[in-house]
């Protein structure tokens, strides 16, 4: 998928975490492998939490960790993660079953894919979907079919 | 440079900053976080759909929170623990604090108690 931010080696699924932070930790790992951020940036995304609260959990069971470009955006990216047992970061949005890990570079250039993310949320219990796919090809596939 | 290849005609991700002739009045909602960058952008995309299907009185313009410095606008909108902060009590604008930000209900709900407030202002 050459247009595509997503890659298979982006998608961790049925993962284990004893914490959020541990969570967002694991979640963000492709993103530092591929050096998309720092890891200030990783870290940057738990403190926002802790100073902010879990206001990056968006709708029940999913999150979307992410701090600020200047925290260490080196490269727009994005990676996802699904926890085999969920967990919760204190949000009424609890317990959480979807990460997704966002780099944005500026406040503009990753408007398309936050439009196509959008589309993908609205779908029908989308999250516990996300949340049982076995394969990184599933659950690329499940975005893919939320698209119409 | 989405998911997936460039799509035609999504008018939805467009910024809508630069509020259009009308005739009736037109209230103005900063939707905004602390990094601007990831939650009140997709909060801010269902906002807009949101007013556009319900032909809503409203204009909107995205950022981060730095955007209320000066503002003059009519209300804050924002996910709602960042909502319910202290920062944002007692302000000379609305704050409305969304709890699910898919939830089209929520979010029309909140938007129509807001436009009541207003009218009574």
């Known amino acids: 998928m050459q247009t595509t931010l997503l890659t298979k080696e982006n998608i961790l699924l049925q993962q284990e975490s004893t914490s959020w932070q541990e969570a967002i930790k694991k979640a963000a790992q492709p993103l530092l492998r591929n050096g998309n951020v720092t890891k200030q940036y990783v870290e940057a995304m738990i403190q926002s939490v802790l100073d902010a609260g879990p206001y990056i959990v968006l709708m029940p069971g999913f999150a979307l960790a992410h701090a600020r470009s200047e925290d260490g955006v080196c490269r727009l990216g994005l990676s996802a993660m699904t926890l085999n047992t969920p967990i919760s970061f204190g949000s009424p949005n609890d317990p959480v079953k979807v990460i997704f890990c966002l780099a944005a570079i500026d406040p503009t250039s990753h408007l398309e894919l936050m439009g196509e993310l959008a589309e993908v949320l609205a779908r029908d219990s989308i999250i516990d979907r996300l949340a049982n796919v076995a394969t990184p090809e599933a659950f690329i596939q499940l975005l893919e079919e939320t698209r119409s | ?121």
């Open chain 2, 1 to 121: 440079m989405g998911f997936f290849q460039k799509k035609k005609n999504d008018a939805s991700i467009q910024s809508d900053a630069k509020p259009k002739a009308s005739i009736g009045k037109k209230y103005l909602i900063a939707v905004a976080c602390r990094a601007g960058m990831g939650s009140s952008t997709l909060l801010h995309i269902k906002v807009k759909s949101v007013i556009e299907e319900n032909g809503y009185p409203i204009e909107t313009i995205h950022g981060n929170l730095d955007v209320l410095i000066g503002f003059t606008g009519d209300a804050f909108m924002s996910m709602a623990d960042i909502a319910a902060e202290p920062d944002f009590q007692n302000k000379p604008y609305e704050v409305i604090g969304i709890q699910n930000i898919m939830s089209k209900e929520e979010i029309q709900g909140k938007l129509e108690t807001f436009l009541e407030t207003m009218q009574t202002k």
